[in-house]
């Protein structure tokens, strides 16, 4: 099979176990449970879901079945985006190319559906593995979710776009915590679930931050090379807050080479794993193949 | 000891464990850690983990430290009060006598600080017990504060307030769930944790969620009877509000009834665990004298 087949293969079982993890919108209170799923069941890449499930079967194919993890990588990244989106955060009024939550519903159910879906992440977790992996799986997400890391880089994002001095090395720890570090969960989640080794869980993990860098950098760059429609986002808003970001620091040309060096770091990463797998290193080029 | 000196001495306990078990002020971002602290600094009185550390107590005073699971109980509720407040939700100034997190900070560090809490709850429960209590405990912590209990109640109590047809069954479902559901859980956590039996952990199951029913008629009671200095949260707003009560459906006298059948149910259920503490039915007594 082909990449893209291999890829999509990876969403539609993850689309499915979606619709299956996820409380019926008809329980109680249903308007609740419509929104996570109008949330959840808005299209986008499913880049996370998909590292979970193609790191556990780069590992072992034999394994625990990924598609719960994959499930709760997803909830909280949607609940992230959620939260992002309200009127005291970002404001943004389109997502995935629809309305956003609390547009769609009102500005208190997208607060709570955001609330229950980085609940219900840890729901999943918790009944579906057998305890000394489903606590990894915990300790992994909630860490990488956490003030420190998500969150963190989520509140130093909007600090920084009310200063004007942001360096370099700011600029990284908003990408590596707000956007790296969940890509980085999301591989670990996969060879926690097919009990990598130790030492195969840090190669993995650490080709996930050059993986997340490279993805955030591509994200600015896209901020400003392309459209909405071709994005499903409002495109264009980072310059219009006067926001600092790679393009802005480092102009278009650098940060496309930045772009590069992170997604070549991360291939080699991939291919140090011993089983050295296609799929990461075709998934990484066609992050990059957006830019070019 | 008397009951108001043991109650005491888990308070200054679960109060030295929420600032050793959350991140440092200084930590990055500060903004953020700041006010997770002020959140959980803000006194109260500290029930939930009170309940957790005495059910533990109960159960087996040798057992695992409760202390943990007490500051995760009280990260959960805290978030809940934080996104409570916001201006999309009851839109609160006040809360145990000062200024909300949103009015002391601002709204976007409010609704990240409670997501902050509420991921730290499970941070906390996955690192400090050994696998299979662990497993337990996010299990039930996750499933009490999820889309079905103290989310979903507190989403049907949003739309209550909206309706001037909510049934006696509908503000059962609002306060077993946006209420009890913590409360049966504080005292579950500490059942695992003293690895309680099956048997046992149900019994103090059923008589937390009496406890909680008749914790939050009180509640309702003394929204009517109180005054913002006492209750150091702003009174009379759940009239104001126009908002179906145990008090505005059943009248003042009616819901003292009500509130004294739960306290009784409650003191019977706690009464029936192997070792009969006095503990739990003074904090039961306690509870209810504050509305004779």
């Known amino acids: 099979m082909s990449f893209n087949e291999v890829f999509a293969g990876y969403v539609t079982q993850t689309e499915a176990a979606i619709d299956r993890y996820l409380p019926l919108a008809s329980t109680r209170p249903e308007k609740l449970h419509t929104a996570m799923r109008y949330a959840m069941q808005g299209g986008g890449k499913r880049l996370r879901p998909v590292l979970v499930l193609a790191a556990k079967d780069l590992f072992n194919t034999k394994a625990q079945d990924g ?15 959620i939260h992002d989106d309200l009127p005291c955060m970002d404001n943004d009024d389109l997502r995935r190319g629809r309305a956003t939550v609390h547009r769609a519903f009102d500005e208190a159910t997208a607060l709570l559906a955001g609330d229950a879906l980085l609940t219900h992440a840890f729901i999943l ?10 606590l990894n799986l915990v300790r992994e997400l909630s860490s990488a979710s956490g003030s420190e890391k998500l969150i963190g880089g989520q509140v130093e994002d ?8 942001v360096s370099k090395a700011d600029l990284e720890f908003i990408h590596l915590n707000k956007t790296a570090a969940m890509i980085e969960c999301s591989l670990v989640l996969g060879a926690i679930i097919a009990e990598a080794s130790h030492e195969e869980t840090e190669k993995i993990r650490h080709a996930g931050r050059h993986l997340g ?20 986002k409002t495109v ?15 102009g278009l040309e650098k940060s496309k080479l930045l772009a590069e060096a992170s997604s070549e770091a991360a291939i080699a990463g991939f291919k140090s794993l011993y089983k050295g797998s296609d799929f990461f290193t075709d998934l990484t080029k066609s992050l990059s193949q957006r830019i070019t």
């Open 67 to 81: 598609l719960a993890a994959a499930v709760a990588v997803e909830c909280v990244h949607t609940y992230s985006l």
């Open 125 to 134: 977790l918790s009944h579906h593995y057998p305890a000394a992996i489903a």
């Open 158 to 165: 909007l600090l920084a776009e009310k200063r004007k001095d």
């Open 213 to 232: 860098l490279a993805f955030q950098i591509i994200d600015d760059i896209l901020d400003v090379t392309s459209d909405n429609a071709t994005l499903g």
């Open 236 to 250: 264009g808003k980072d310059a219009k807050a006067g926001k600092t970001t790679f393009v802005s620091m480092h």
